[in-house]
Nanobody, 117 residues
Framework: QVQLVESGGGLVQPGGSLRLSCAAS????????MGWYRQAPGKQREVVET???????NYAEAVKSRFTLSRENGKNTDDLQMDSLGPEKTAVYYC???????????WGQGTEVPVSS
């Protein structure tokens, strides 16, 4: 069974930076898609940025998020570098993966990122 484990969350001051990491276990193949979603208090979960295996970043998502997603080829890990964080970025961030082109979505347990002074 494939599982996703997030790390790197925590309190950060406005204007600060944080790096979230996600590692998948239990898979012998490269996951089709990996990325991140977030859910702010009182709001629906929304995509931050995702990336297909072996592909470039999703330009539209990257521009909107203003974060930097990186994924090393051949490894089921990814990192989300978040800079210049503002209070509006406060949310629970979830690692996401799609196992294959035909589906099979899985989620991490979520990591809280409060942005506050």
């Amino acid at each position: 069974q494939v599982q996703l484990v997030e790390s790197g969350g925590g309190l950060v001051q406005p204007g600060g930076s944080l790096r979230l990491s996600c590692a998948a276990s239990g898979s012998s193949f490269s996951l089709y898609v990996m990325g991140w979603y977030r859910q702010a208090p009182g709001k629906q979960r929304e995509v931050v940025e995702t990336m297909r295996s072996g592909a470039s970043r999703n330009y539209a998502e990257a521009v909107k998020s203003r974060f930097t997603l990186s994924r090393e080829n051949g490894k089921n890990t990814d990192d989300l570098q978040m800079d210049s964080l503002g209070p509006e970025k406060t949310a629970v961030y979830y690692c996401y993966a799609q196992l294959s082109p035909v589906g099979g979505s899985i989620w991490g347990q979520g990591t809280e990122v409060p942005v506050s002074s």
